[in-house]
């Protein structure tokens, strides 16, 4: 499978905290949206009350998919909203994996090959060189003779 999208774990983590705000917002939806359908099944069909109950049911279910639809965006793939998980394209080792995260962890500190799911998640190396940002170049000593 190929993305359009790898991420480095820099990348990811500047995400965090946008994909917490998201994802709470897309919990919060949902639940309003099962408790929405709850009454919906109570109320009379042809009513104020039932058009109203509907345009709002239609409202948390356009949030909730244009939230998604951000998420694909970013790059991020969503794997279960009621748990907050997430997946990040990455590159460990020279194989593309997941760097995997669920809301309420500190930072991302797992990965699990593109396959395998949250049963089969690993720590990530401490310090993976694939993961890490590049070191900027440095001058050799006879470019700085030559000056």
């Given at each position: ?5 790898l991420?480095s774990l820099d990348e ?10 998201v ?8 639940t ?6 709850a009454r919906l ?9 039932r058009?109203?109950l509907e ?11 244009a939230?998604?639809?951000?998420l ?13 998980l997430?997946?990040?394209p990455?590159?460990l ?5 997941f760097?995997?995260w669920?809301?309420?962890?500190p930072d991302?500190t797992y ?11 690993r ?10 940002p590049a ?12 000056r």
């Amino acid at each position: 499978m190929m993305y359009y999208r790898l991420f480095s774990l820099d990348e990811a983590r500047k995400l965090l905290p946008e994909l917490q705000r998201v994802l709470r917002q897309m919990q919060e939806a949902k639940t309003a949206l099962t408790q929405l359908q709850a009454r919906l099944k109570l109320t009379r069909p042809h009513t104020p009350e039932r058009r109203a109950l509907e345009e709002e049911a239609r409202f948390l279910i356009g949030s909730l998919e244009a939230d998604k639809a951000y998420l694909d965006q970013l790059g991020v793939h969503l794997k279960d909203l009621d748990r907050g998980l997430v997946d990040f394209p990455a590159r460990l080792g020279g194989q593309v994996v997941f760097l995997c995260w669920q809301l309420g962890e500190p930072d991302i500190t797992y990965w699990h090959p593109l396959t395998g799911g949250y049963a089969e998640r690993r720590p990530l190396p401490q310090a993976e060189p694939a993961l890490q940002p590049a070191p900027p170049p440095r001058a050799s000593p006879d470019a700085c003779e030559a000056r």
